[in-house]
């Protein structure tokens, strides 16, 4: 068992599926883990404290401050709790996480042990969201979760049966020992499963100037290219990101490299690529770059009509393909019409290891989203269609994909 020997943080949040968590210490326990319990005083009314730090063998922490007034206590004692537990775990489960303890951590709100803890671990956090059916699909939930997916969180699936309002649905805490088998994994290695690899990720547009203040550009906000960086540096691998201008904020643990034109992205390119295993382009290349720039700013003519003199920008995708020295090749396309066909022949004439199609004209697809709608299609030609989901979740899919090429 990968859990033997390793330190587990439980936090508890107040649901009605507490009760499942004295199950899961027990396992733990049992298997050679250390464990140590956090509670919400909510947590308290559905599982006592005594119950947990018998099974655990360690003390519960539930509340922040000592109870009663401050003025009145014989003693004053100071705990930092939420730190030590922090640089002590393996690993922190939130198990249940409750819609309010989700909202809470994806605000970075700190209000009790569980959700100070959480902003202060070092650890992988891995939580159970755990409601009845419309908490969970109501779109502030759903928009929390993909924020919490987004920033590193480990996401345990809840399960479809019965609630605890009576109903059916989704929304069900997985029973202690799947809880336990995820964890044991996750442990084992089995969620990095791209550790010590490394990637070359390129997104966001290219601006290629026309003066001092204009410049030809695309609509692309490089929020996939950046779930992409997420993604892979979340299962380990060492991940550098060539980025055009965007508004986004550098990946956790990702090394970022700025750039803006399209004879720029491939220099940086060029430099990056010795020793990567796995190269994916994201970024929205533009096509055309002017002839030539000019000095300052282009002052309006009278003339109602402007005519640019361009020139093609480099087809790194193209040169990369032609120059493969032990990595594998991901494109992205974007197309409005026969995007399979098109995408099937950019296979064939970039040498590409897999390809990745989009169709922005589809609803939840396209630019500055946070969903997409995308086709995967392998060097076998084989197509996988998947359905709306969030860029994050596309990410992980193409991640997945990668792995299966040979």
């Not at 997985?174 to 990637?199: Q, T, V």
Request: proline letters at 4%; aromatic letters at 8%.
């Amino acid at each position: 068992m990968s859990v033997k020997g390793k330190k587990i943080l439980l936090g508890i949040s107040g649901g009605i599926a507490a009760y499942k968590t004295c199950e899961l210490v027990r396992l733990f326990k049992k298997n050679g883990a250390e464990v140590r319990v956090i509670m919400t005083p909510a947590a308290a009314h559905f599982v006592s404290p005594v119950t947990l730090s018998t099974l655990s063998g360690n003390e519960v922490a539930l509340n922040m401050f000592p109870q009663g007034k401050p003025e009145q206590a014989e003693t004053i004692e100071t705990k930092t709790w939420h730190i030590y537990s922090g640089l002590w775990a393996d690993i922190y489960l939130i198990a249940p996480a409750t819609a309010n303890t989700i909202a809470k951590l994806a605000g970075g709100i700190s209000d009790n042990f569980l959700t100070t803890t959480a902003l202060s671990v070092r650890c992988p956090v891995v939580i159970t969201p755990t409601m009845d059916e419309d908490m969970y699909n109501a779109e502030r939930t759903q928009l929390n979760l993909s924020k919490l997916k987004e920033t590193g969180y480990w996401i345990i699936e809840p399960e479809t049966g019965e609630l605890a309002s009576g109903l059916k649905g989704i929304g069900r805490m997985p029973e202690p020992g799947a809880i336990f088998k995820y964890i044991d994994e996750f442990l084992s290695g089995y969620k990095y499963d791209f550790e010590g690899k490394r990637f070359l990720v390129t997104a966001g547009p290219t601006y290629e100037p026309i003066d001092d203040a204009r410049f030809i550009g695309n609509y692309s906000t490089g929020k996939m290219g950046y779930q992409v960086a997420i993604a892979a540096a979340r299962r380990g691998a060492d991940v550098t990101l060539v980025s055009g201008p965007t508004m986004l904020n550098t990946p956790r643990n990702v090394k970022r490299i700025n750039i803006q034109t399209a004879d720029e992205m491939l220099e940086a390119v060029k430099t990056n690529i010795k020793k990567k295993e796995y190269v994916i382009m994201t970024a929205a290349v533009a096509d055309f770059r002017p002839f030539e720039r000019l000095t300052g700013k282009l002052k309006k003519q009278e003339s109602k009509e402007l005519t640019i003199k361009t020139v093609r920008t480099p087809d790194i995708l193209k040169y990369l393909g032609e120059n493969k020295k032990g990595f594998k090749l991901v494109g992205f396309a974007l197309e409005t019409k026969n995007e399979i066909k098109y995408a099937k022949e950019k296979i064939k004439s970039k040498h590409l290891d897999m390809i990745v199609v989009n169709n922005p004209r589809v609803k939840g697809a396209g630019f500055g989203t946070d969903t997409n709608v995308v086709t995967i299609i392998d060097k076998k030609m084989k197509v996988t269609k998947l359905d709306k989901m969030t860029k994050f979740e596309v990410a992980m899919k193409i991640l997945d994909k990668l792995k299966l090429i040979k």
